[in-house]
């Protein structure tokens, strides 16, 4: 793969060479659907959120899915059977997430569901999938996974969750930003992840979070909170989701205007499908953001993270090579390609055939453990916890220095690592 993919949309042969190159095909051939002992096709549910506060991340999960299917069926399927993926819009609605999930297990029949970002769709959500018995893989990064609140059959295989990204990336932060932390967080569980862990974090690291701001998802304005921040803050960090955080971005750099200012972490969902250089941001210049994947290409890419961005068709600045004010949710939406190849992965080890094998494909999915980078696996190289249901990967800090994201620390995959807080084999199916 060579950078010259950036761009364009990437020609059949030079993708497949990707996928060999990462361990998707044993061979330069093509596996034909016809060696499965069934030609009908594996389908997959994809819990979508088309409307509501994550439609900017369903938009582009909708397309990063897309894109890696159209590359599962070039290399042969999913035991030499095609799949198909059947996408239903949950309105980000923790009630409406449990009716798609029946309609998708029940009425469309499909063989496990995957794709939820928002965490309150999933605790909505999770349970359905439990008494219907089909595997239901999330794309949440929400600690109530690898808590043991949910069941056997929820996993979270393709993405991190706060707890291990704020543990890996707070002893950074400390030791180069600052000690007096300030937090703005949205008011509901993902938030809530972020207030405990990164509160425990930093008092760990001998510092203090001298105030939190817990902000309703709905709101449309920041500017009566902005107000209580206390002034000895050093450190503002603020994570947002929502329509609403262009909003919130530029209204925080109205507060502080050209005066003084603490220093600012945030992490990237607060400008996720958001252009860095849109008026108004420009206060943004010299802060710092988490990433789960860098936005901005970096002169380090792996050749698995070039063929895959341009397989998702986004160009080295993070927007749609066919609109460059499309801006791509790029932190977030390589979950959905990650755990697309991982039920891939754990189908073929479990031989899966159809809904009798569910349970089987749980059990191959939970006896995972590496996973090194690949074209399954372009985000880099993650340690799979069977126990726990979570993965764990790299985070990426980066800063703002003229209008891009520049990495400026990576972490190890031990540094976002913590104890098991419990054990999803030992539960009953």
Known sequence: MTTKLIGTSPNRRSVLTGMAAGGLLASGALPRFAQAQSSAPIKLGFQLHRTGIGASYGRWYERTAQAALKLLNEGGGINGRPVEIIFEDDGTDPRRGAEVVEKLASQAGVDAIFGPLFSHVVIGSAPRAGELKVPYLVCSEGYHVASGMLNRWTLQPGITDVRAQVSSMAPWVMNNLGKKVTMVFPDYAFGYDHRDFFTAAVEAQGGQVVAQLAIPPTETSFTRYLPQIPAETEVLYHVMVGPAVLTFVKELGEFYGTGPRPEIFGFIDSLEAVNIASPGLEFLEGTHFWEGHC???????????????????????????????????????????????????????????????????????????????????????????????????????????????????????????????????????
């Open 295 to 429: 936005r901005t290409q970096q002169a380090d890419a792996s050749e698995f993270e070039i063929a895959y961005r341009a397989a998702v068709g986004v160009d080295a600045d993070g927007a749609s090579v066919s609109d460059a004010k499309d801006v791509a949710t790029y932190a977030h939406m390589f979950s959905t390609w990650e755990t697309l190849f991982i039920l891939k992965a754990g189908m073929e080890a479990a031989g899966y055939q159809g809904p009798a094998d569910r349970q089987k494909l749980v059990e191959a999915i939970e006896a995972m453990t590496a996973m090194p980078a690949s074209m399954a696996h372009p985000q880099g190289d993650k340690m799979f916890n069977g126990k726990t249901h979570q993965v764990f990967g790299h985070q990426n800090i980066s800063k703002v220095e003229g209008g891009k994201l520049l990495r400026v620390h990576k972490t190890t995959l031990e540094d976002s690592m913590y104890e098991d807080a419990v054990d999803y084999t030992t539960m009953s199916f």
